[in-house]
């Protein structure tokens, strides 16, 4: 085994400082603000909390729609990914899948809202075909669409991944037995995904539990905990003590849900080798799959075509002609090129500073014998646990009055340390993969540490690399949570800016902005993937 | 060779750390004063369009904010806000400078009608009333509203949208014409009755029902009277109606915050706004609110009623806890 050299030191120094600084020093601090009460420390700031009708209904609404949510979420993913492995559906409608469910990722949670309100609220596209509304949109029907939409991309991948290694050998072992559909579903399928679906479950309750976007655009009277945080914070009168003991409080479920995985973690094995064995042809099955694939996919297209109509005709409802009108205003403004460049900014240096922590982070850990390596997989479940918001509103009581406060840097320190996890995760999986006997073959032809990392480990690495940084691209895009605490007039973004678009209902200029950030996320995913794809294929060859 | 490497390794990590921070120190460049302000877009537009004229483009950023957001921050930051100029509610410059003195002097030979103040210059009233879309109400045979109370019967379920006065200094105008006219006990049964007609459609921003009435997802709507005026003038099917409750008014200032001497440009904005601007807000909000000032007979609304007291933050939180008791 290698020995620690001074290098892997030098690099793990400044990583730990990053997270004791941007992660556990503010969320410390931040709790002790929640149990103060003007000068002595007391848990009066809860039992008050706990005792306000207001608070209690938020909670137990937020519990309530999120609950209903990843129930269907849940199903709704299960039923898509067997779709894509099970079925014998015709492979371009699989594609098409995949790219209309996870479509709706590539942009904030706010402009769900706003895209629900044109399409089943009064003058909704929806309701102008239908005749009247099919649902009154505000309150909890909204919030719910909303969070399936949300969350169902996330689900759909996770139980994807899974069930790529269920090995479909027993599928046709269990049929050769005679068993019954149900059994040879309950065996074959079902019972080796239930760890995922576990997780998935909790994964999209925690999600919905925690969001902003989707209540902030239409919420309606309809109180949930996020936008009680933000009303205590940001709101008329501003009672700081209490913002901190609701997220607090938000951060209760967030962390039983993460217990709850590791519980959930045991169920998950994994078949020695996988091996693709062709599906039996089931047409009852198939066309059951095919339709269902076929409306879900539609539904999250014609939901989300409104954003293409609404900014494109002269005066919706009214007048329908085609116009680029907005677009060209949009365009002329110079507050909103200012927004949209400020966010491209931010997205940038967030997935460049990103991939750098998250390599170093799982370089340390997988290749090193260094002491206290565990500490980042630790620093990886906190940042996996902290909804966004209480991640941001803890910054922004630590880092108040320093000359941190309104810089472009604080919010990408937020974006970094908040989607940590996966990246990091991403970088572990393809290091473990890799011989672990490189080190030591370096070490043996005299190079150095480093310079085995950076000839041999980097390259072999690539392809994760740039999936890492499209993936925090694209979330440092679209985040709006944690970052509506932290920006200032000259580094609003173009997600914090929508919400003051929304003050002033200009709907049409919400919707320009949402293309301009599903076309660059577009354009960066794409780019990104083509590089990853030419390489593995260059690889082969 | 070691050294190389490290070099290598090292410039990359931290020119990403260095050139983000660069970002956030560009950010930082005390070069553009930021104005605060709760105005509505079109009186933002006017604002922006006279300062560029009058060659302060790219001088300043305007950042907008729901009236009680912005009230939130002054209260809570007071000096420390990150404006320079506050264009706001003048009863919340007020009761900011009374408690937090957080303006400084704002010299002028203006003359306002109300007296006005040595810190904050008026700069556009504002006047509520009740808005209609006559298409809908046709479709729907609605009868039309005279009163507030009329919005109130059970017909207009749904169909009725006013701000919210938790957030909005229009709703605020709502609260006060039905509680002068009905009293706490019958006031607080309107607002409750009123409430429920409106379910989802109470706004958090005074432009918010104006639009919905525009796109029809509601009839009837409480507002601004000057912007179901406009509605009308563009031949969009509104109109508008003074309810006999009363047609109540609020007026909003501009101040310049105290940064310890560093007022200069942000005092010159602010005299602008309130001067140069002045004559196209007076078109936009017809409220005379200097001396020698005139509108035209249409914008004068018919029940035109003032608040007895004076207006403070102390008597809009009372109102807002009547308006959340109104709410259960």
Redesign the interface.
């Known amino acids: 085994m290698l020995k620690t050299n001074k290098m892997v030191k030098i690099l793990f120094l400044p990583i730990v400082f990053f997270f004791l600084f941007f992660l556990i020093v503010p969320l410390l601090y931040m709790f002790w603000q929640s149990l103060k009460k003007g000068n002595s420390i007391t848990i009066q700031n809860y039992v008050e909390a706990l005792q306000s009708v207001e608070i209690r209904e938020a909670f137990l609404n937020s519990f309530q729609v999120s609950f209903v949510a990843a129930v269907i979420t849940t199903c709704l993913a299960f039923a898509l990914a067997y779709a894509m492995h099970f079925t014998t559906m015709n492979q371009h409608l699989k594609k098409l899948v995949h790219i209309g469910v996870t479509l709706p990722m590539l942009l904030p949670t706010i402009t769900y809202g706003f895209v629900l309100l044109y399409t089943f609220g009064n003058q909704g596209i929806l309701t102008k075909l239908l005749g009247q509304p099919l649902v009154t949109i505000y309150g909890f029907n909204g919030l719910l669409i909303g969070y399936v939409l949300y969350t169902l991309p996330v689900a759909f991948i996770l139980m994807q991944n899974s069930m790529q290694y269920i090995d479909k050998r027993f599928l046709l072992v269990s049929m050769l037995m005679h068993d019954r559909p149900s059994r040879r579903f309950y065996h074959t399928v079902f019972r080796p995904m239930i760890g995922t679906i576990g997780g998935a479950f909790i994964l999209t309750f925690i999600l919905s539990f925690t969001d902003f976007g989707i209540p902030a655009s239409v919420g309606g009277g309809y109180k949930v905990i996020a936008t009680e945080l933000y009303q205590a914070m940001l709101g008329s009168i501003v009672r700081f003590e209490q913002g901190a003991v609701i997220s607090v409080l938000m951060l209760v479920p967030a962390v039983l849900g993460i217990v709850m995985l590791s519980v959930l973690d045991r169920f998950n094995f994994q078949y020695k080798h996988v091996s693709q064995s062709a599906l039996a042809v089931h047409r009852l099955r198939d066309n059951t799959f095919t339709v269902l694939s076929l409306v879900c996919v539609s539904v999250i297209f014609i939901i989300f075509s409104t954003m293409f109509i609404v900014p494109f005709t002269k005066g919706y409802p009214y007048d329908f002609s085609f116009t680029l009108e907005h677009v060209q205003n949009v365009l002329a403004e110079k507050n909103l090129t200012r927004v949209y460049m400020n966010s491209l900014i931010v997205a940038f240096f967030t997935a460049i500073l990103g991939v750098c922590i998250a390599f170093v982070s799982a370089l340390l850990n997988v290749r090193t014998p260094l002491k206290g390596r565990s500490t980042l997989d630790f620093a990886s479940m906190i940042t996996n646990t902290v909804p966004g918001m209480v991640l941001g509103l803890s910054y922004l009581f630590f880092f108040n009055g320093s000359s941190l406060k309104g810089t472009f840097f604080i919010i990408i320190a937020y974006t970094v340390v908040h989607f940590f996890t996966t990246p990091y995760l991403m970088a572990k999986n393809s290091l473990q993969k890799m011989d672990p006997t490189w080190e030591v073959t370096g070490e043996l032809l005299k190079d150095s540490w480093l310079q085995t990392v950076i000839r041999v480990i980097l390259p072999n690495i690539r392809p994760t690399i740039f999936q890492m940084f499209s993936y925090y691209f694209l979330n440092a895009m679209v985040t709006v949570s944690g970052v509506i605490f932290l920006v200032s007039t000259k580094t609003m973004l173009v997600s914090t800016r929508i919400k003051e678009l929304q003050h002033f209902a200009k709907y049409t200029d919400i919707f320009v902005l949402s293309i301009f950030i599903l076309c660059t996320n577009l354009i960066v995913k794409l780019g990104c993937d083509y590089i990853t794809t030419n390489k593995e294929k260059f690889k082969e060859m | ?2 050294k190389k ?2 070099v ?2 090292f410039g ?2 931290s020119s ?2 260095v ?3 660069c ?6 460049t005390k070069d ?1 004063v ?1 104005i ?1 302000s709760n105005a ?2 079109e009186a933002i537009e006017v604002m922006q369009t006279t300062l560029d004229k009058k060659g302060y483009e790219g001088k300043y ?6 009236t ?2 912005l ?3 002054m ?2 930051e007071g000096k ?1 806000i ?2 320079d100029v506050v264009t706001m509610a003048s009863y919340f410059i007020e009761s900011a400078q009374t408690s937090k003195s957080m303006f400084v002097e704002l010299s002028s030979d203006l003359k306002p009608l109300d007296g006005g103040s040595t810190y904050a210059l008026p700069i556009l009233g504002n006047v509520g009333s009740i808005f209609i879309n006559t298409d809908l109400l046709a479709q729907k045979g609605l009868p039309v509203p005279q009163t507030i109370k009329d919005l109130t019967k059970p017909e207009y379920k749904d169909l009725v949208s006013f701000p919210n006065i ?2 909005s200094s229009t709703g605020w105008l709502l609260v006060q014409a039905i509680m002068s006219e009905y009293g706490e006990k019958e006031g607080k049964q309107v607002l409750a009755d009123l409430i429920k007609n409106a ?2 459609h ?4 005074g ?2 029902p104006i ?2 009435v525009k ?4 009839a009837a709507g409480f507002g601004l009277r000057i912007q179901a005026i406009d509605a009308k003038n563009e031949g969009l099917p509104i109109d508008y109606i003074d309810p006999t409750e009363g047609n109540f008014t609020l007026t909003e200032s501009v101040a310049v915050v105290d940064k310890e001497g560093d007022e200069a440009l942000a005092s010159e904005i602010a005299k602008v706004i309130a001067t140069e601007a002045r004559a196209d807000l007076l078109k936009q909000y017809p409220v005379a609110l200097y001396e020698g000032e005139q509108v035209e007979e249409k914008y004068v609304p018919k029940y035109l009623k003032k608040w007895d007291t004076t207006l403070t933050v102390d008597l809009l ?1 009372k109102h ?1 806890t009547f308006f959340k008791e109104a709410q259960q």
């Open positions: 060779m070691m490497s490290t290598m390794m990359t990590v990403a750390i050139l983000a921070a970002g956030g120190a560009e950010a930082d553009q930021i605060y509505d877009d950023i305007i950042q907008s904010f729901g009680s957001e009230g939130g921050k209260m809570a420390d990150e404006a938790l957030d379910g989802p109470i706004e958090s921003s432009s918010g639009k919905k796109t029809g997802e509601v939180e807002q």
